[in-house]
């Protein structure tokens, strides 16, 4: 668990440390495990922040998984937001929610979610990231910074881009799309202050020992 053991998360008091290792969860890798036991291991594994992505679940089960979700994470000191579905996060009492380009401006999701909550939005250019800035946003997720079978329709952002973006903006930037324990090490000196990934977590056999070694492998990229 996460040593300062805060009980709860707001825009205020969301560092850099809190988006290290972002889980996103995909119920795609689910097999013997449920989904819950998958976060379970992500979180003693040492996630640092959990995003639900699942975008096969209808609203009622999509609520359900999140307000279980919302509990296992709080247990665990760790931020978790709900991808896309502003309402479901509403409902859920997520810390926050987290959007693309092609879902709601992020001015108008802060509208619905108040002053304090979580927003993260995904950019691929610089232009998109200072606009998500400038409406609000509290962090980006930027990429796909390699290729992924996970979002169809990522574009890639080169490393000097993620560089650029990095240092257009003033709130944290985590890099996304394609990124596992073998190649994180290439983001060294972007500017990021961590990683969000799918497949690099619940896609491994033993997700408790491979968030560890995700962990170790991001820190050493930061030079930590």
């Known amino acids: 668990m996460k040593s300062d053991k805060r009980d709860h998360f707001d825009r205020h008091n969301l560092t850099e440390d809190d988006l290290l290792l972002y889980a996103v ?57 709900v991808n896309d579905n502003v309402q479901v996060g509403i409902d859920c009492d997520a810390d926050g929610v987290h959007v693309g380009q092609s879902d709601m401006e ?14 993260g939005v995904s950019a691929e250019t610089v232009e998109e990231a200072v606009l998500a800035e400038k409406r609000g946003a509290d962090y980006l997720g930027v990429g796909a910074v390699f290729p992924t079978s996970s979002k169809d329709d990522a574009e890639d952002v080169s490393y000097d881009t993620l560089k650029a973006i990095c240092e257009a903006v003033h709130i944290p930037v985590i890099a996304i799309g394609g990124i596992t324990r073998d190649n ?15 497949s690099a977590i619940f896609g491994q056999k033993e997700i408790l020992k491979g968030t560890e070694d995700l962990k170790r492998q991001t820190l050493k990229m930061l030079g930590r």
């Open 184 to 198: 994180v090490t290439q983001l060294s000196g972007s500017g990021i202050c961590g990683i969000a990934v799918i």
């Open 25 to 81: 969860t995909d119920q795609h890798w689910t097999g013997k495990q449920t989904l819950h036991e998958q976060l379970e291991d992500a979180l003693k594994g040492g996630a640092t922040f959990v995003q639900i992505r699942e975008k096969h679940m209808g609203d009622a089960e999509f609520l359900e998984e999140a307000k279980d979700f919302k509990k296992l994470c709080a247990q665990y000191h760790v931020p978790f937001v």
């Open 106 to 119: 992020a001015d108008d999701v802060r509208k619905l979610i108040g002053p304090d909550k979580i927003l």
